[in-house]
């Protein structure tokens, strides 16, 4: 069953992919895009990579169900590589590209429109060889009780 969060991250995951520098970005973090968030990358991925986590929904009932769901956007980069700040700033950019687009409603999916939110350094555990930055969207959306599929559009 596919319900409007698969969507959601299906589509900002598609979104997120086109950043590749064939298609005019600045980097090819497109190429490897992780939904869910991902700990480090290690010696075989790219230095840097993109990663979309969903954060804790906020849902109000009033018949139907309203949800906001916000998505971490981060741009990631392993620490050792060079100029690896400035590549994530340049990547951080790429992303706001990518993904605010006129159509702010993912192809129908959003009722109502996605919006920016702050913008943030991912903290880092000790030890860790992998930085970032990340950039909050929320996600507006309907559904109903029991029936997490409720109006989900036809695939265009």
Same mark, same amino acid.
């Given at each position: ?28 973090? !497109? ?23 969903? !954060? ?47 159509? @702010? ?14 913008? @943030? ?36």
């Amino acid at each position: 069953m596919i319900t409007r969060r698969v969507l959601i991250l299906e589509r900002l995951g598609a979104l997120a992919a086109t950043i590749t520098k064939a298609n005019g970005y600045d980097s090819d973090a !497109g190429l490897k895009v992780f939904i869910g968030g991902t700990g480090e990358l290690g010696p075989a991925d790219p230095d840097y990579a993109i990663a979309l986590v969903p !954060g804790d929904e906020l849902a109000e009932e009033q018949g139907r169900i309203s949800n906001t769901l916000p998505v971490a956007v981060q741009a990631i980069g392993k620490s050792d590589a060079l100029d690896a700040w400035i590549n994530l700033e340049l990547l951080l950019g790429d992303l706001k590209k990518a993904i605010e687009l006129e159509d @702010r409603t993912l192809g129908s999916v959003l009722k109502g429109v996605m919006k920016r939110g702050i913008t @943030r350094s991912i903290e880092r555990p000790p030890g860790a060889t992998t930085i970032g930055l990340e950039i909050f969207y929320t996600c507006p959306y309907v559904d109903e009780w029991g029936n997490p599929s409720y109006g989900v559009p036809e695939a265009p």
